[in-house]
Structures are given as structure tokens and as C-alpha cells.
């Protein structure tokens, strides 16, 4: 099957004299759960950037549908939506707004967007704070407008940055089961994690990052053969091999 997103040798970072990434190369398919998993300061969040478009790789490349970021910039930002770990918002705009923008911003006509925006609403139990601005709401209600806004234009990947922390066991579940509705409709998912219980449970492949560089990918069972850890979980792999240095 081809790759939907293709991250190609990738170097760069945000100096031009010193790479934060090197050589970082993964995929990601139609209809699966990849976890991105590092240490703080691995080159998670550079390596998103880099996806995101907000950065330009030193070496290598990135292609969503076989479309670069330099190809053609709109039609790049609209294949994917991104869900960040610090929410982002306009302090004028009330939730309600907040959706509609994001329908305009993606060629939502009015009949999609009413079809998706309710369902929403309802399952982030959001819908008494429609008409609200962020600046009121609590961390994890601003987390559930920056999920809803990604959810709602159905993209084809999502880019998905630390999504659980400061939500709910209410919001944790709504989301998980969400992303899992998206994969199985053939959507990519890419989802940078600390929580790697959660990620074991609902990854289909692994991406383990350490100083900037991809230390090993694969399955848990291609993870566990690497490492000998037969019958072990994530945790234990992903310990294994980041005290290796």
C-alpha cells in the first residue's frame, strides 16, 4: 500500500548550524495508529514541525500524497489536521466560531459542517459551551476545541501532539474512540505520546526517537524481536533501548 505521509532522511532543526533531527526517515499508511515516543527534547516536536510545514528539512524530504510542502502550500496544509499539545485560539472567537472557521478554512460547505458539528458537541459533552470564549474555559476544554476543530474537516492524516495530556477520562475516551472511527474510515494517524500504555493498546506501529535520530520502529512484536524482550510491553522495550547509551 502506498504511504500516505513519507518522511524521507530528514535533517534539520531551527538553526542552520546546528541539526536538532538527522537522517530521520518513517511512514505512515492509510487506516493505522503510528506513535511517535522519545524522551523530552528527542526531536518529537521538531519532527512534527518539520511535517507541519512550519520548518524546511536541511536534507531530505517530507510528502503527504505524494505532495511536498513547496509543491503547492495550501493544497499541503489542507491533508492534514493537527492537533497540538499547547491549545491555540483566538481569544475574540466563541467555540461555535471557532468551528465554523475551521469549516470555511477547509471548503466545508453548510450542510457538512451541520452533518459533523453536533456529533461532535456531543460526544466532548461540549455543547453547553458552544457559544463561550476559550479564554473561560479550563485547559482541557481548550484541549477538546483544538480535537474538535481537527476532527471536523475529516482530513486525511492527523497530526496528533501529545492530545491526552489535561483531558478528562470522559475526553481521553471520546478521543481514543474518535482516532480509532477515523483509522478505520482510512485515515493516518500520527500521535506523538508519553502515555505509552495507551499507545501500545491502540498503536498499530511504533516510532522510538532518541537524540534526534530514529533508534528502531515496528509492530510490538517486530519491537520485541529487536530487542530480545520477548512477552514484554512497550514500556519495558522502549526502556531497553533508550538506557542502551
Known amino acids: 500500500m502506498e504511504a500516505l505521509l513519507e518522511v524521507k532522511e530528514v535533517t534539520g532543526g531551527y538553526m542552520s548550524s546546528r541539526a536538532v533531527i538527522e537522517e530521520v526517515s518513517f511512514h505512515i499508511r492509510e487506516g493505522e495508529i503510528v506513535a511517535l515516543i522519545g524522551l523530552n527534547g528527542a526531536g518529537k516536536s521538531t519532527t512534527i514541525k ?47 466560531e471557532h468551528l465554523e472557521l475551521a469549516a470555511m478554512s477547509y471548503g466545508l460547505d453548510k450542510e457538512q459542517f451541520a452533518e459533523r458539528v453536533n456529533p461532535l458537541l456531543s460526544e466532548f459533552h461540549m455543547e453547553e459551551a458552544k457559544d463561550r470564549f476559550p479564554q473561560q474555559f479550563s485547559k482541557g476544554m481548550r484541549q477538546k476545541l483544538m ?46 505520546t508519553h502515555i505509552l500504555a495507551t499507545a501500545e493498546k491502540y498503536c498499530d506501529r511504533f516510532i522510538i526517537m532518541h537524540k534526534g535520530r530514529i533508534k528502531a520502529q515496528g509492530t510490538l512484536e517486530e519491537l520485541r524481536s529487536l530487542t530480545g524482550l520477548a512477552h514484554h510491553s512497550l514500556d519495558d522495550i522502549y526502556l531497553r533501548l533508550v538506557e542502551e547509551e
Do not use: N
Open 50 to 96: 518539520h511535517i507541519l510545514g512550519l520548518l524546511e528539512p536541511r536534507k531530505g524530504e517530507i510528502r503527504i500524497a505524494g505532495k511536498t510542502f513547496l509543491d503547492d502550500p495550501d493544497s499541503y496544509r489542507h491533508t492534514y489536521g493537527y492537533i497540538p499539545e499547547s491549545p491555540i485560539y483566538y481569544e475574540e472567537l466563541t467555540l461555535w
Open 147 to 192: 480535537i474538535m476543530m481537527a476532527l471536523l474537516v475529516q482530513p486525511s492524516l492527523y497530526i496528533v501532539d501529545e492530545p491526552i495530556l489535561g483531558l478528562d477520562p470522559l475526553g481521553i475516551r471520546s478521543l481514543l474512540t474518535w482516532l480509532e472511527r477515523c483509522k478505520e474510515q482510512g485515515a493516518g494517524i500520527l500521535m506523538s
